[in-house]
């Protein structure tokens, strides 16, 4: 009986060496590398991080709000007036959907202050916030000077944190502003507003349809898009946790995604804009966030203020204070806020409804710091969204297809555990066991990169919590030079193989210019193979091969292959 190698001979001459290999391998390396480094270049989203590291310098360390007060004249103080408490439902509707959500409201109100009050409506940052776990100190803080507060719940009907109804949120948190207004006790020429983080984009929209707010109170302004204001975050946050400079391929087009295509239309909307600084404005920053963009935040809300004709807006920067002005992690309980911020926001709005001049300074506290410039130029990418989503689908399809098959190669073995003779996969020339160790290696190594991936996220919420990073970022820093060296060394193992195939295929006689009669049928028929004697086992390579090449495509679209 002849060896695989004596019909190899006769049916398309010697094996290759060495240097032939190489010859045939090497183009096919380079054209692979080539394709994989053009999709992360082609995928690549432009962006300016410059200038960097910008201060403002304050013109007084001092956060006190002080005011010309007349000779014999006194200031309601916090804690002047013991505070009662209870809560009433305002059913809001959703104008969009006709949706209506009874939104709970806790009014807490000075005793024994007398009529003429001003109130203050509170308006809920990112999350679920209710009326019973938001607010609380603060509000109770304003009310023992004086002031009629309102907590709502977040007013949310069926949307998510990606898709809410900034509008309705706007038209929500008025009604409760007229409820206010209307109250017997409170001067309805007095009601303002307390917006953070999130709802400072619908305090805008607000503003704009209620331009008889008396003030607002603005805890760390997004001011920017989301688009914009989320992306200076992020790409921010993934430099301070640690991360390597590669992840911010990531943060570029996630933020270059077009999420009009999902329905998703809040990422571009601009609510910077004259009318919504038109009233006196009170803005406070933590000298720890590291969410906000505080140095081109407050340029810009001057500018719209001056554009506004409106010169009353103080800033006060609190040290050692994270984005909500919190000294610590913002999960614990009752963690107090920053040094003087509950008596400097009461004065501040005492003092601007009282009418009188104010004799500090308006821009004071800690120095207001911002790493990178505002991302400005960052818009959305159709192109690049559509071709992302059907490379995602198409590589879950391809790898759910291939597990499928080697489900069914796995039953098939055990089945046939009592004939061994007979073959269920019957991989010739080795190609078995190098499709086993380029999965696995490929596959492990899509999972490093998600695990890094995954620390960076948990690292930033951490920081966006009030937490610091560690001192050794581990995997999130190595796993993304490690992930580009394994792929590059997987795409030379691919391109061997194929190479391996176009040998065994020319000496199976295939590849010549006049094919040998009867060639095709042998491979085919699995009597002269090229990668397996049966079907099942070539159908498994060519699966295992598309899903291999569609991780790496992946790869290529988070800029993995830019060297």
Not at 156 to 163: A, G
Not at 259 to 271: M, V
Not at 382 to 400: D, E, I, K, N, P
Request: negative net charge; contains cysteine.
């Amino acid at each position: 009986m002849r060896s695989t190698r004596d019909r190899d001979t006769r049916h398309g001459g010697a094996a290759w060496g060495r240097g032939r290999r190489l010859l045939v391998s090497l183009p096919i390396f380079l054209v692979l590398l080539g394709v994989l480094v053009a999709v992360s270049n082609l995928t690549a989203v432009e962006w300016d991080y410059e200038p960097t590291d910008r201060t403002v310098a304050t013109l007084d360390a001092d956060t006190a709000v002080t005011f010309d007060v007349p000779e014999g004249a006194t200031l309601a103080r916090r804690g002047q007036y013991e505070v009662s408490e209870r809560a009433i439902v305002v059913p809001v509707t959703r104008e969009a959907t006709g949706e209506v959500q009874d939104m709970r409201v806790v009014l807490r109100e000075p005793v024994g202050a007398g009529g003429g009050r001003p109130g203050v409506v509170f308006m809920h940052g990112a999350g679920h916030g209710t009326c019973y776990d938001s607010f609380g100190d603060v509000a109770y803080a304003m009310s023992s000077a004086g002031f009629v507060t309102a907590v709502t719940d977040k007013p949310t009907w069926s949307t998510t944190d990606v898709d809410r109804d900034y509008p309705a949120s706007a038209d929500a948190y008025d009604q409760v502003v007229g409820l206010l207004r209307g109250m017997e006790d409170v001067d309805p020429a007095q009601v303002g507003i307390y917006a953070t983080s999130e709802s400072t984009w619908i305090s805008s929209y607000l503003l704009r349809d209620d331009p008889d707010v008396a003030f607002q109170i603005l805890l760390s302004p997004m001011v920017y898009t989301p688009r914009e204001a989320l992306g200076f975050f992020v790409a921010q946050d993934f430099a301070l946790a640690g991360a390597h400079d590669g992840y911010q391929s990531i943060v570029r087009r996630v933020f270059g995604v077009d999420a009009e295509l999902f329905g998703l239309t809040n990422l571009d909307i601009r609510t910077l804009t004259p009318e919504a600084f038109a009233v006196p404005t009170f803005v406070a920053y933590g000298s720890k966030d590291v969410m906000t963009a505080q140095v081109d935040g407050l340029e810009q809300i001057l500018r719209m203020a001056r554009l506004a004709g409106n010169d009353d807006v103080t800033i006060r920067s609190y040290a050692m204070a994270n984005h909500v002005l919190r000294l610590g992690h913002d999960d614990v309980v009752g963690e107090p806020f920053a040094d003087r911020y509950l008596d400097d926001l009461v004065d501040w709005t005492v003092g601007t409804l009282a009418g009188l001049e104010q004799t500090s300074e308006r821009v004071a506290g800690d120095v207001i710091v911002q790493s990178i410039a505002v991302p400005t130029e960052l818009h959305a990418h159709r192109t690049m969204t559509v071709y992302g989503v059907v490379l995602h689908a198409a590589m879950l399809l391809l790898l759910l297809a291939t597990a499928v098959v080697a489900a069914v190669a796995l039953v098939r073995r055990l089945r046939r555990g009592l004939h061994p003779d007979r073959p269920t996969l019957g991989f010739r020339h080795g190609f078995g066991r190098v499709m086993l160790v380029l999965v696995t290696v490929t596959l492990l190594t899509l999972c490093m990169f998600a695990v890094g991936l995954g620390e960076v996220i948990m690292t930033v919420v951490d920081l966006a919590w009030g937490g610091a990073p560690d001192n050794d970022p581990g995997v999130m820093y190595w796993s993304w030079p490690v992930a580009q060296l394994v792929c590059t060394l997987v795409v030379w193992a691919w391109s061997c193989v194929l190479a391996r195939l176009i040998e065994v295929a020319s000496l199976r006689g295939i590849l010549a210019a006049h094919p040998r009669r009867g060639a095709v049928r042998e491979i085919v028929s699995g009597e002269q193979p090229v990668l397996a004697t049966t079907r099942l086992g070539r159908v498994l390579f060519w699966m295992s091969a598309a899903g291999m090449v569609s991780v790496l495509l992946v790869f290529a679209f988070w800029g993995l292959f830019v060297y």
